[in-house]
């Protein structure tokens, strides 16, 4: 395929825009090469500014669950576009969106929509650091909760240390009252909380992780993380901003069958449109303003458009929950099919996938934290990633991220992209 016109705009984007992007991923600095202008989408389907048509694994990141221009939700952002965009008084469709996330999700009384994850985040931090009168929390290397300044924070040096910024600008201050653990292993937290007794003020945990491959929690860790989070008056913040309403329903809470204290959303629940949540017991949101004292706003939260296509998406979700069905079986022959064709090129391997989250990785150590995800052979990764793209499948451009399936892709769809990898010299 021709990629000629993509690189052209991105030359163009580079001289107005950093880097060219509004997010560093888009960049392809992990594989190399130009990165591809889109100029729409349908379905599966991403038409670039080549003209090329690419079967999409990316759906904008997880959520265009239904496929791209999904009319329901098109049809739900135009005609509240035509009654005003944005007033900053309340509307009741931010009741409505409250209500049926409320309904959908356990363990959750009300939530407060934001603009975006990251915002979702921040704000549950600062909401389990004013409910528990505690400063530190403890994160997970390898996974992601935005930019905030708390999570951009990497292992210091000593495993019961605090961490140490990984982004300029973020301060030596907020980096102390941020600890790293590793991945499924409970014990390296017990040693966090016992090291900094009385004053954890939240784990917060992506439930399936997705931001370094798609990684599986053990049972005993996730249940162990529960218990040690009750017994120390420390809250369990589930980031559901990638599971929630994408595993089902009730998104990891219900799939793992763990109760979280507060649980962050985004992607799916805004439809494709900028938004972000955070949900909690009725006891732990009263301590939000106007409410509590612990403040938290947004000029543009609960956007009449956004939640337009946040109701139209969950709405669908709600009523057809066999979609959650029908995208796992989706996920698995993908697995299968990409399974068959690696066992034969005869280099080591791994694929992960929990419902419609899925990666392949290439190392022949079990993917189950962020050192092992980044054991794979990036050389291996690129060739696959270009190849896959000449070929017109469009897979996340870094190994470190999960595959996110829409429910508009064929089986038609699937068996063109595993016969695609089937043509591919990997090695
Ligand atoms: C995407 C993501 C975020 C950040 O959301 P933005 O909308 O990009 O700010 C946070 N947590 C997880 C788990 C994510 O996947």
């Known amino acids: 395929m021709i990629y000629q016109r993509s690189s052209a705009l991105?030359?163009?984007?580079?001289?107005?825009?950093?880097?060219?992007?509004?997010?560093?991923?888009?960049?392809?600095?992990?594989?190399?090469?130009?990165?591809?202008?889109?100029?729409?989408?349908?379905?599966?389907?991403?038409?670039?500014?080549?003209?090329?048509?690419?079967?999409?694994?990316?759906?904008?990141?997880?959520?265009?669950?239904?496929?791209?221009?999904?009319?329901?939700?098109?049809?739900?952002?135009?005609?509240?576009?035509?009654?005003?965009?944005?007033?900053?008084?309340?509307?009741?469709?931010?009741?409505?969106?409250?209500?049926?996330?409320?309904?959908?999700?356990?363990?959750?009384?009300?939530?407060?929509?934001?603009?975006?994850?990251?915002e979702a985040c921040m704000s549950a931090v600062r909401l389990a650091r004013g409910y528990t009168g505690k400063d530190k929390i403890i994160k997970f290397a390898g996974c992601y909760h935005g930019h905030s300044d708390s999570f951009l924070i990497q292992a210091g040096s000593g495993a019961v240390t605090f961490g140490s910024p990984n982004s300029p600008g973020v301060?030596?201050?907020?980096?102390?009252?941020?600890?790293?653990?590793?991945?499924?292993?409970?014990?390296?937290?017990?040693?966090?909380?016992?090291?900094?007794?009385?004053?954890?003020?939240?784990?917060?945990?992506?439930?399936?992780?997705?931001?370094?491959?798609?990684?599986?929690?053990?049972?005993?860790?996730?249940?162990?993380?529960?218990?040690?989070?009750?017994?120390?008056?420390?809250?369990?913040?589930?980031?559901?901003?990638?599971?929630?309403?994408?595993?089902?329903?009730?998104?990891?809470?219900?799939?793992?069958?763990?109760?979280?204290?507060?649980?962050?959303?985004?992607?799916?629940?805004?439809?494709?449109?900028?938004?972000?949540?955070?949900?909690?017991?009725?006891?732990?949101?009263?301590?939000?303003?106007?409410?509590?004292p612990v403040y938290q706003a947004g000029t543009l939260s609960g956007n009449p458009?956004?939640?337009?296509?946040?109701?139209?998406?969950l709405t669908e979700l709600n009523e057809q929950p066999e979609i959650f069905e029908s995208l796992a079986r989706k996920t698995a022959y993908l697995h299968e099919g990409l399974d068959g064709v690696l066992r034969k090129k005869g280099i080591p391997y791994q694929i992960?996938?929990?419902?419609?989250?899925?990666?392949?990785?290439?190392?022949d150590q079990a993917v189950v934290d962020f050192t092992s995800s980044a054991s794979g052979n990036n050389d291996t990764f690129k060739r696959y990633f270009h190849g896959m793209l000449e070929k017109g499948i469009y897979l996340p451009p870094s190994a470190f991220e999960s595959y996110f399936l829409n429910n508009a892709l064929s089986y038609a769809d699937l068996d063109e992209t595993i016969d695609a990898l089937d043509g591919l010299a990997l090695g």
């Open 352 to 363: 992960n996938r929990y419902g419609s989250m899925i990666s392949v990785h290439f190392t």
């Open 10 to 118: 991105f030359a163009e984007a580079k001289k107005y825009i950093p880097g060219g992007v509004n997010s560093p991923v888009r960049a392809f600095k992990a594989v190399g090469g130009d990165p591809i202008f889109v100029k729409e989408a349908k379905g599966a389907y991403l038409y670039d500014a080549d003209g090329n048509r690419l079967i999409d694994y990316i759906a904008s990141w997880g959520p265009m669950i239904l496929g791209h221009a999904h009319e329901p939700v098109v049809n739900a952002v135009v005609e509240k576009a035509k009654k005003g965009t944005s007033f900053g008084m309340p509307t009741e469709i931010e009741t409505q969106l409250a209500e049926l996330a409320v309904s959908m999700v356990p363990n959750i009384d009300q939530i407060r929509f934001v603009n975006s994850g990251t």
């Open 305 to 313: 458009l956004a939640m337009s296509a946040g109701l139209a998406m």
């Open 171 to 292: 301060t030596q201050g907020t980096a102390k009252d941020t600890l790293l653990a590793d991945y499924n292993d409970l014990e390296g937290v017990r040693a966090l909380v016992e090291a900094n007794k009385a004053e954890i003020a939240a784990i917060i945990i992506e439930p399936i992780a997705g931001n370094m491959g798609c990684i599986i929690p053990k049972e005993a860790f996730m249940k162990g993380l529960r218990t040690l989070c009750t017994e120390e008056n420390i809250l369990l913040i589930f980031d559901e901003v990638m599971t929630g309403f994408r595993l089902g329903k009730g998104g990891a809470q219900e799939a793992l069958n763990i109760p979280a204290d507060i649980v962050t959303f985004g992607k799916v629940i805004g439809g494709g449109l900028p938004v972000g949540a955070f949900a909690a017991r009725k006891d732990i949101m009263g301590h939000l303003a106007p409410e509590g």
